[in-house]
């Protein structure tokens, strides 16, 4: 199954994902990022898709970069960008993302510093199949991470990605096998 990988930043879940040995076929990035220099680095095609401000375009803009590649099975890795309902139409049931809390808590871009701000002593990530309804779908697997009482969002976050960078390549293997 040829795999299409979504980045917008540090790109240590594509990096986890390369390292896992899944095949991927082409990285999509939507502004300049370490993400392309991984792509760069493993022989991986990298598409610049830029924002321009309107959602529907940029996501056919996207697909489009995907279909290029023979994409079947999308995963979202710190894509910073919401996208509409022409990716989830090309790719039914097919397209995966990594989310930093154990949803349905703390949705949205600021998860890490919303389950500090809220007192929690345990989140975690969610590794889901995404829907067009921002960190929502299906959960295919969950693990949970303390809070530690002088974590900031920075020391909490990397122990979250510790724990992504295992957890989101086993599942998309397990996605895969399931589905091929
Ligand atoms: C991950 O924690 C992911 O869950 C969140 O953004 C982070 C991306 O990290 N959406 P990286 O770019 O893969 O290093």
């Not at 871009?109 to 199949?129: P, Q, S, W």
Request: hydrophobic share 45%; net charge negative.
């Amino acid at each position: 199954m040829r795999i299409g990988v979504l980045a917008s930043g540090g790109g240590s879940n594509l990096e986890a994902i390369l390292a896992a040995g899944i095949p991927v076929a082409v990285v999509v990035v939507d502004r300049a990022c370490p993400a392309t220099e991984l792509a760069d680095d493993a022989g991986v095609p990298a598409e610049l898709v830029e924002w321009n401000g309107d959602r529907i375009d940029f996501t056919h803009r996207v697909v489009d970069a995907l279909e290029r590649h023979g994409v079947e099975l999308v995963a979202m890795a710190g894509f910073m960008r919401i996208l509409e309902k022409p990716i989830f139409d090309a790719f039914p049931g097919r397209v995966l993302n990594t989310h930093p809390a154990l949803l349905p808590s703390f949705r949205g871009a600021h998860a890490v510093e919303d389950a500090l701000e809220a007192g929690v002593k345990i989140t975690g990530c969610t590794i889901h199949v995404a829907v067009p309804e921002v960190d929502a779908g299906p959960i295919l697997a969950q693990e949970a991470v303390p809070v530690l009482d002088d974590d900031t969002a920075d020391t909490l976050h990397e122990r979250i990605k510790a724990v992504e960078h295992r957890l989101y390549p086993d599942t998309i293997k397990r996605f895969m096998e399931a589905n091929s």
